[in-house]
């Protein structure tokens, strides 16, 4: 995502750090391509004028031009217009106090709503509540069904909808069973429908009547640009919304709904969904995206996926391991589906600071490679696994062709762990000489 304006932004940026010394002229000459790298972008014309016009009166002020590095500090403040674009600081879900809970999503068909619901329904959880799905699309056919099916695959527990009841009721009577469950958050997935809907739009007025919503989330295909953020300010006119789950943003080269919504509907991103997975989905953090859109990384996401994919106990274990360089292919498989677990290799890197999309794009980064991987392990026998130094000739014909793999392949697996093996050591001796070893590629 945004790949095209953080492309257009560092061209920008990397003209105005040449210049020893900035001038009025500069300045303007490097906005005007930053107001039409956020056009390009797709962000509303509103919003794009009033931050360039922002930009403009900062750096154009004593700090910059009396500057000894006036090109930073002008990134700085395009940083800081943008994360106050999106809104400034991250929004969470509010909770009823000491009481049953409740998210409803709206939006249109096909705008993931059903998806999204499942994704909410595993971050919360794995935020210490216990969700209640509730299937509210009595129209879509199998739309039920698809809830259902996604509760059990998440062993999350959903309301029994049928078809022949009525939406406020469904929703109605989801909250009394709810509470016979002990579950406390209930996520209502509604019927997609047009704002233009006026007696869809009712039926959602109803349910947010009769059972009073904590939340009320517009989930909104990013691909449709600026259309969401219409699509936003007519949902909010009718229900006053409590904010916004953008879906597909890891498809959206441009966007412009994600860096438009908050400025112009005054409601906040509050998700963003990256991928298909049921984990795909992120909290929106406007000062992140900020960073990423400008090269500088995103530390803290990575921080935090890389917690979520660490059990303590077992990176206690691993640490004694190492240490004692006992270190063997099934651990090395098993780190390898703890980094697996925290999404695309590429997309990890590319929250690191320093790295930019052209250095993203000439590292040969294959997650198919860890597939392989796992595969070439899962084929050996365990004693194998256990003391490497034992796959000779024939070990690694068998171990190839139990795989699917070549022996070239065992061989590249053989010599990327004994590398690392090799680092280890110089862990354990107090020296860091190379990470870059530790790949598996």
């Known amino acids: 995502m945004f790949d095209n304006l953080s492309d257009k932004l560092n061209s920008v940026f990397k003209k105005l750090k040449g210049h020893g010394v900035l001038t009025e002229k500069n300045i303007e000459e490097g906005l005007k391509q930053v107001r039409l790298a956020l056009l390009e972008a797709d962000v509303n014309y509103k919003v794009a004028k009033n931050v360039i016009s922002d930009i403009k009166e900062r750096s154009l002020g004593q700090d910059v031009m009396e500057s000894l590095t006036p090109g930073q500090q002008i990134i700085k403040i395009v940083y800081d217009e943008f994360t106050r674009m999106m809104g400034d600081t991250h929004q969470g879900l509010e909770f009823d106090k000491g009481s049953l809970s409740s998210v409803m999503l709206v939006g249109l068909q096909g705008s993931g709503k059903t998806t999204t619901a499942g994704k909410l329904a595993l971050f919360l959880r794995k935020n210490g509540r216990k969700p209640y799905l509730v299937p509210v699309d009595v129209y879509r056919p199998a739309a039920i069904e698809q809830l259902q099916k996604l509760g059990t695959q998440l062993d999350v527990p959903v309301f029994p909808s049928t078809t022949d009841m009525q939406p406020v009721d469904i929703c109605y009577e989801a909250v009394k069973a709810a509470v016979v469950k002990g579950c406390d958050t ?217 795989s699917g793999t070549t022996v070239q392949d065992v061989n590249k697996l053989l010599k990327s762990y004994t590398q690392t093996m090799k680092v280890v050591k110089k862990f354990n001796k107090g020296g860091l000489r190379s990470l870059k070893n530790m790949l598996p590629f």
């Open 186 to 402: 209930l996520i209502f997935d509604t019927a997609g429908r047009l704002h233009v809907d006026d007696e869809l739009m009712a039926e959602l007025e109803a349910i947010k009547k009769r059972v009073k919503p904590s939340e009320i989330l517009l989930v909104a295909d990013a691909m449709t640009g600026q259309d969401a953020v219409n699509i936003a300010q007519a949902f909010d006119s009718r229900l006053d919304i409590d904010g916004v789950i953008l879906t597909k943003m890891d498809g959206d080269a441009r966007g412009g709904a994600a860096l438009s919504i908050n400025a112009v509907t005054g409601k906040p991103l509050k998700f963003i969904g990256v991928g298909e997975k049921t984990t795909a989905l992120e909290p929106f953090h406007p000062d992140r995206m900020a960073s990423r859109i400008l090269g500088m990384g995103d530390t803290l996401s990575f921080i935090e996926k890389a917690q979520e994919a660490v059990d303590i106990k077992k990176a206690e274990e691993l640490e004694k391991k190492l240490k004692k360089n006992q270190f063997t292919l099934e651990d090395f498989m098993e780190q390898i589906g703890s980094v697996r677990k925290m999404g695309s290799l590429k997309d990890l890197i590319g929250m690191l600071p320093g790295v930019n999309k052209k250095q993203l794009n000439d590292m040969n980064i294959d997650d198919r490679e860890f597939v392989r991987i796992e595969a070439i392990i899962r084929s050996m026998t365990l004693e194998e696994r256990r003391d490497h130094n034992i796959i000779k000739g024939s070990r690694k014909k068998r171990i190839a062709m139990g």
